[in-house]
């Protein structure tokens, strides 16, 4: 079974600038969310894709937007980055359904300066 | 009022000690419940789901309390390696689980 797995590891914007994150799913997942852990916080939810389509968002502006694509990976992007959005990015990917627990990657580290 | 409430701790606790954790969540609509573990600057890993009749796995208990709106973790006979970060995480409804901010254990020799 082929775990949860995003790229990059880190990477390094300033402000302004566009970032795109990836994100496969573990096999067998159709349901890929992510989320914004900020340091010393817990992870906050900030959409969730199921079918190709956006299927809940939490409270984030626009200019973070998303894709699923038909093998179920998924992209993140973030438009004209400010320095608070310097933060670990977590995919987790899980079955449809309220009792389905979610399997997270190992997170995208961004930093913004 | 955050949606789920944890004390951060730390929780300092020698190697064998039974060490407990509670959460609280205000909306009394939540579905589904579980305790993640988080290493530093790792991922969250699913420890276990939370059920209403309360469930074992080896030295850890977790309880649910739907009347009070609380969640609790049991530790038993703690090891260095249970040094993490424990969240408690509730689902909603709205599509998304609901972190708490974590509660801190050092487990100590």
């Known amino acids: 079974e082929t775990g949860v797995t995003q790229s990059p590891t880190h990477l390094i914007k300033t402000r302004g600038q566009q970032v795109t994150l990836r994100c496969s799913s573990q096999s067998g997942h159709n349901t890929v969310s992510w989320y914004q852990q900020a340091l010393g916080q817990g992870p906050q939810f900030i959409f969730q894709y199921y079918r190709e389509e956006e299927n809940g968002r939490g409270n984030f502006p626009p200019r973070f937007s998303g894709l699923q694509f038909p093998n179920y990976s998924s992209e993140l992007n973030v438009n004209a980055l400010e320095l608070d959005d310097s933060a670990l990015y977590l995919c987790a990917s899980s079955l449809q359904g309220t009792n389905q627990p979610q399997h997270f990657g190992d997170g995208t580290r961004l930093s913004i300066l | 009022r955050k949606e789920v409430e944890q004390d951060p701790g730390p929780f300092n606790v020698p190697e064998g000690a039974t060490v407990a954790f509670n959460c609280t969540y205000s909306?009394?609509?939540?579905?589904?419940f579980f305790w993640y573990r988080q290493d530093c600057r790792k991922e969250p890993k699913l420890l276990m789901s939370?059920?209403?009749s309360g469930n074992e796995d080896g030295r850890f208990t977790a309880q649910l309390n739907r009347a009070s709106q609380y969640i609790s973790l049991l530790i038993r006979d703690s090891k260095l390696s249970d040094s993490a970060t424990y969240l408690c995480v509730v689902y909603t409804g709205r599509r998304a689980l609901t972190f708490g901010s974590g509660t801190r254990l050092q487990v100590q020799p």
């Open positions: 939370v059920y209403s």
């Open positions: 909306n009394s609509a939540s579905q589904s």
